[in-house]
């Protein structure tokens, strides 16, 4: 558990819609709660959307902060969900209430570090700064994904997960 910090204003942006305060308004409803639940919707979402699987998922958010609970299968999923919702333009902090289920059959719990991209990183400088090795970046590649589609595509203010070598 933990709170995790992201650049507020990078990231994939889900909040743009023009079509919020409409919904509010034919509800009749409180603006800022329909927008707040719709925005729980879209979330949700893109950690479905990636295939990640959890557990009594659930979610808060508060302003820039969403807190996400549930249980996930590894701590691989897990900080994958974190990156998945930190990486949302207008979500600073991501509240961390996951559990990592360990069975007898589990690796050992190993967290990744997360790196913030700089202007003018590539998963090469990015893998040659932690490695020792610029060939090493489909290592980080395929530790991000599915949320990064190409190794080519990444942006200042991402956060990556940079795993250990085994």
Do not use: C
Not at 30 to 44: T, Y
Not at 108 to 129: C, M, W, Y
Request: net charge negative; no cysteine.
């Amino acid at each position: 558990m933990g709170l995790f910090s992201f650049l507020k204003n990078a990231g994939a942006n889900l909040f743009k819609s023009k079509e919020e305060p409409k919904v509010a308004e034919k509800t009749g409803t409180d603006s800022a709660e329909v927008i707040r639940k719709q925005r729980i919707i879209l979330l949700k979402g893109i950690v479905e959307s990636h295939g990640l699987e959890v557990q009594d998922f659930d979610l808060d958010l508060h302003a820039d902060q969403v807190t996400v609970y549930g249980q996930v299968a590894s701590q691989e999923i897990k900080e994958k969900v974190i990156l998945t919702l930190g990486n949302v333009a207008g979500i600073a902090t991501v509240d961390d209430r996951l559990s990592v289920v360990q069975t007898e059959t589990s690796p050992p719990v190993r967290e990744a570090q997360f790196h913030e991209v700089k202007k003018g990183d590539t998963l090469s400088k990015i893998a040659k700064n932690y490695y020792g090795d610029a060939m090493k970046y489909p290592v980080i590649f395929e530790a991000n994904k599915p949320m990064l589609k190409s190794p080519d595509l990444i942006y200042p203010g991402q956060v990556l997960r940079i795993p250990h070598l085994d």
